[in-house]
């Protein structure tokens, strides 16, 4: 409603800015005639004789031509007429009270958006602006700081915008601008460490793994800085020391934790045992399995655990009742990295329980701690 009301002022403004000349009687111009022009030239006639710049003869020949451009410029204006018609001033206010708003009506609704709701002006001024592309900001900002290099912000600004962008040895330098200007801190410190690992195509470096291990000096909760170092450690043939590094990140991490499935994902490569969120129901392997499955190499371990789990999944079929069983399959299918059957089985056990409200409520809150929309 307020935007309407300021639209009616508006048009008020409008339609009283095209009335007002329109109400006011006609007189003929006085000042800045061409009356007045000449008066104005006699005048200087007699100020050029009094300076002495021309002569009298001369000056008593130009107010004589002057004047007689006077009379005729009086003659002419007496012709004209004083007032405008009143018939046109009162047809053209009519026009002018109706038809400025017809047309701007008819010229807003189709082109307009009357219903688009309103656009706070606190987020106008967060909006990027799209018609400027992305790589050219990144070169404002690269051209800043290379006259501002002590410009902290701006390196920490840039940085995670030249990982993003693929440009690692660059934001490798970034990152290590943004510790210099801006102090030392654990998240700099995995940020470097990340942008080092993406540099050398997914490989743990020395390099990098040394500003990992620096991370934990600050911060020994760091999660990424601990995820790289049990990276480290499986690319160096170490897994049982990369599963223990990652069953100490999720045995301290919430349930809700958007990186557990990653860790899980990963422990399942070193042949380490799923470990469940708190709350949520026990692994699909017993404790006997993964004792035994510890003595097998990688491919018979890797059949072992995918054939309990397939039965698992038929068992369910036929009885679907088994809402820790569905949470156990879907557990299991993450584990081994098969996110789309994990999917597929969350979709089934929906089915399954979908008459059941208990059932289902378990369901859901037992897929939230695993990560997964509930």
């Keep these: 409603m307020t935007l309407w009301f300021v639209f009616a002022l508006m048009t008020v403004a409008a339609i009283f800015a095209v009335l007002w000349p329109l109400s006011r009687a006609g007189r003929p111009q006085s000042e800045g005639s061409e009356a007045a022009v000449y008066k104005d030239q006699l005048s200087e006639v007699d ?19 002057i004047s007689r451009r006077l009379l005729a410029a009086r003659d002419s204006q007496d012709g004209l007429p004083v007032a405008s018609s009143t018939r046109l ?29 309103d656009f706070p002006l606190a987020q106008r001024a967060r909006a990027p602006d799209t018609a400027q592309p992305f790589e050219n900001m990144v070169a404002q900002v690269e051209a800043h700081l290379e006259k501002n290099p002590t410009d902290g912000r701006g390196w ?65 909760d760091e999660v990424k800085a601990s995820y790289f170092l049990g990276l480290a450690a499986e690319q160096d043939g170490r897994g049982s020391e990369a599963a223990s590094i990652w069953r100490t990140m999720l045995a301290k991490a919430p349930p809700d934790a958007p990186w557990r499935p990653l860790v899980q ?16 129901p026990a692994p699909a392997l017993s404790n006997e399995a993964m004792a035994a499955a510890k003595d ?12 309990m789990v397939e039965r698992l999944a038929t068992r369910l079929k036929q009885n679907g009742d088994d809402v820790e069983g569905w949470l156990r399959l879907v557990q299991a299918y993450m584990v081994m990295g098969d996110r789309d059957k994990a999917r597929s089985a969350l979709g089934d056990a929906r089915q399954a329980v979908a008459n059941d409200a208990a059932r289902l409520r378990q369901l859901n809150e037992g897929l939230k701690n695993l990560g997964l929309d509930g």
Excluded: C, H, Q, W
């Excluded at 009094?50 to 000056?59: D, F, K, N, Q």
């Excluded at 097998?296 to 054939?307: H, P, Q, W």
């Design 156 to 220: 920490n600004v840039l940085a995670p915008v030249l990982a993003r962008l693929g440009r690692f040895d660059e934001a490798v330098r970034a990152y290590r601008n943004s510790i210099t200007y801006n102090g030392d801190s654990p998240e700099r410190r995995s940020d470097l460490g990340e942008a080092l690992v993406a540099a050398a195509s997914g490989v743990v470096t020395a390099e990098a793994k040394a500003e990992f291990e620096r991370a934990i000096a600050l911060n020994a």
């Design 47 to 65: 100020r050029d004789v009094a300076g002495g710049l021309i002569g009298p003869s001369e000056a008593e020949a130009a107010r004589v031509e």
């Design 265 to 280: 994902a990963a422990l399942g490569r070193v042949g380490g045992a799923p470990v469940p969120p708190p709350g949520s």
């Design 296 to 307: 097998m190499n990688e491919a018979d371990r890797s059949e072992m655990i995918r054939g």
């Design 89 to 117: 001033r009162r047809s053209a206010a009519i026009l002018a009270l109706v038809g400025l708003p017809i047309v701007a009506v008819a010229i807003y609704l189709p082109l307009g958006s009357p219903r688009l709701g």
